[in-house]
């Protein structure tokens, strides 16, 4: 008979920390990996730059656009465009489609300050931009912090002006303005959610007048003059206008071990970048593959860019056709992983979370069976023999993989994409790298899960 530490191996569940787990040689591989992901961060701040760099990379890597009136075969590689906010990248797979598509889903926009449909405006000789709040943030981050500007201008004759300040060496920033202490008695009695409001969310955007002793709003005049000259826009050309107000600063490393990285945008653009990288290395794999830079999620998947919308259906129902195969055969088999970050476990908060089923920093990616809020509410809650299939996945491809639940029952909760895709029929699960700090300005994730969760897509890829 064994002994209990034995038989404890034997028979308990045993979390390993991948800080002791990995070799020299694979620590250095996951700090590698996330040296480009830095650069995906730093130039893909918006949903829009980041299906830009994902096409610019696909090119290079042998893909080409999408004709639903071709028959394609193993091995070809197509990407989808869907109105330069969401993208499918798939690699045709030996097996037919009649064996479904392995799909992994990530969105690539973040919380940020979106400008108003009439942003400009002066006040007191300091001219200002409007914005309204895009996503869950805690208003008051975004105050005193350096912010960049992006996004498209669509003008009076159509043509569009790409916008992007703040990101360039010797770029100008921008900032929302935040009372100093010494006067801040009564702003700090109000509610956290109200230290800064919405309609306080102001970016200062200069303060210099036009010269002209006569003219009124002379501040905001002199902005215009400068907006016109760069861009070529009037103040009615903000009307047609998707500007995103994002933080200015890049990312780095965090620690004296640098084994985590932090930086704008994580959440969810690390999924993003593990799950395009796994595809990119997908060279004849078995069943057809497939990832979505989806937009929208932030604010319910909403909209023809969103996950709610019918592009991946379509698209499979177009890849389908020239075969005689309906789209619903294909979905009916196909697997998913939904690909979004979870909370890490936070020490400093450690009241919010129940441990056992926590994600924990460097313990690899998370396996989240269930999402939702209040008794698994809007979850895609999914199967033990999906779960089961996963368990599978990982362990015979060497994964390091945990499992999460975001925080205590009844504590908060959330939703991913999982839910859309579950509906169209699809054996859906989310997975993910555990955040610090998620959707605040500046997130953190530890490098080791982040290479971690590309191993896991990688091995969903073959
Ligand atoms: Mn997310
Ligand atoms: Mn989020």
Known sequence: MSNAKELKKDLFLEKKHGGLLFSEEELKKAFDFCEEYKNFLNSSKTEREAVDYAVARAEKNGFTPFDPAKTYKAGDKVYLNNRGKALILCVVGKKPLTEGVHIMAAHTDSPRLDLKQVPLYEDNEIAYFKTHYYGGIKKYQWGATPLSLHGVVVKADGSTVTVRVGEDAGDPVFCVTDLLPHLAADQMKRPAGEILRGEELNLLIGSLPFRDDEASERVKLAIMKLLNEKYGITETDFLSAELEVVPAFPAVDIGFDRSIVGGYGQDDRVCAYTEMEAVFGAENPENTVMCIFADKEEIGSCGNTGMKCAFLRHFIEDLAAPYGIAGRTVLGKSKCLSADVSAAFDPTFADVSEKKNNAFLNYGVSICKYTGSRGKGGSSDASAEFMGYIRRLLDN??????????????????????????????????????????????????????????????????
């Open 397 to 462: 491809g060497g994964v390091l993989w945990q499992t999460s639940e975001l925080g205590k029952v009844d504590q908060g909760g959330g939703g991913t994409v999982a839910a859309y895709i579950a509906e169209l029929d699809v054996d859906t699960i989310d997975v993910g790298v555990p955040v610090l700090c998620m959707h605040a300005p500046f997130e953190l994730t530890s490098k080791i899960d982040v290479y971690s969760t590309y191993r896991a897509f990688a091995e969903f890829s073959k």
